[in-house]
């Protein structure tokens, strides 16, 4: 793998959806470079951990008996979302430490928070403390979401036949994958009507809905509390799927995170801006390999040459 200063890489922040921790653990255990990341990361992390009541992270994924994704999806709200920010930070970390600092990023939905720290926008500990936020903001956004193996256009259509008017298109992942968001009993009606034309789905174990437009009243609580948290100019540009554009120095961050509750995400749009910046290769930061799948799709389909993607936690002998 090119590790020369020409490699301009890239690098991709994943939502909430595609989080795995013992593709974490096994390889924060497998090599120093992550593992040293990891202990950094959570030292700044755990802090706020404990402020909200909740237990450190840090010392339990890096010990002899790590929890598993079971136990961080039972534990209080927060314990997760502070494991996937800290372990997305730490991915970048160890990816800078290895093949020097992106040119850009992309933020998916949750992976914003990450990818504007990643940038200096945010310190970690806001950036975590931002995490947690979140998580108490989704306990009050009841519903859930589902993955459908189709295209946006297909989804739409699955969703009028299923009369599922209160369900929405939140996610365009692809040309062949989309998240749809909406009420429990509207999506079973939609995996129903798609298992009825062959269409795969599969509901994210997610206990809440999201990028729906009735998340106003959580959206603005959402916003409220990210006001409160300080912000410096970005080391590199960072695009958001949700803004479909990269963010200027004006830009109200704290309205704009708060838009990830409310309004659609469209990754290949902002994918395809990257080609702007010439990247080599892109690296997904974080623990699985739904991002990078959906960009090398994107990618491939542009009429210039597609640079490599890399998800380094899915790719097992990833060289650090």
Not at 2 to 30: C, E, I, K, M, Y
Not at 67 to 84: F, I, N
Not at 146 to 170: I, K, M, W
Not at 274 to 288: D, I
């Amino acid at each position: 793998m090119n590790t020369g200063p020409s490699v301009r890489p890239v690098h991709l922040f994943p939502g909430q959806g595609d989080f795995s921790v013992s593709a974490l653990v096994n390889a924060a255990r497998a090599g120093d470079e992550l593992r040293t990341a990891v202990r950094e990361v959570f030292e700044q992390v755990d802090p706020v951990a404990e402020e909200c009541g909740l237990p450190p992270l840090g010392p339990r994924l890096l010990g002899p008996e790590p929890p598993s994704g079971r136990d961080l999806a039972l534990a209080a709200p927060g314990v997760s979302q502070l494991a996937q920010f800290g372990a997305s930070v730490a991915v970048h970390r160890a990816l800078c430490r290895a093949y020097g600092e992106p040119v850009a990023a992309v933020g998916v939905s949750f992976g914003e928070i990450a990818a504007l720290t990643a940038a200096g926008v945010f310190s970690v500990g806001d950036g975590a403390r931002a995490a947690h936020d979140l998580a108490l903001v989704l306990t009050s956004c009841p519903g859930g979401l589902t993955v459908l193996a189709c295209s946006e256009r297909s989804a739409h259509v699955l969703l009028d036949r299923a009369g599922a008017g209160d369900t929405v298109v939140a996610v365009v992942n692809d040309e062949a994958s989309v998240v749809v968001s909406g009420p429990v009993a509207a999506l079973a009606r939609v995996e129903k009507a798609a298992a009825d034309r062959q269409v795969a789905a599969v509901r994210l174990r997610l206990p809440f809905s999201s990028h729906h437009p009735s998340l106003g009243a959580a959206a603005g609580s959402f916003t409220a509390a990210l006001r409160a948290y300080p912000r410096s100019e970005a080391r590199f540009p960072v695009h958001s799927a949700v803004a479909g554009r990269r963010y200027r120095p004006g830009d109200d961050l704290a309205a704009c995170l708060a838009d990830c509750l409310i309004r659609p995400a469209a990754v290949p749009a902002v994918l395809r801006q990257l080609s702007a910046y010439r990247p080599g290769v892109l690296y997904e930061a974080g623990t699985g390999g739904a991002l990078a799948s959906s960009a090398r799709k994107v990618l491939d389909a542009l009429p210039s040459p597609a640079p490599p993607v890399h998800a380094p936690l899915a790719e097992p002998g990833f060289p650090w």
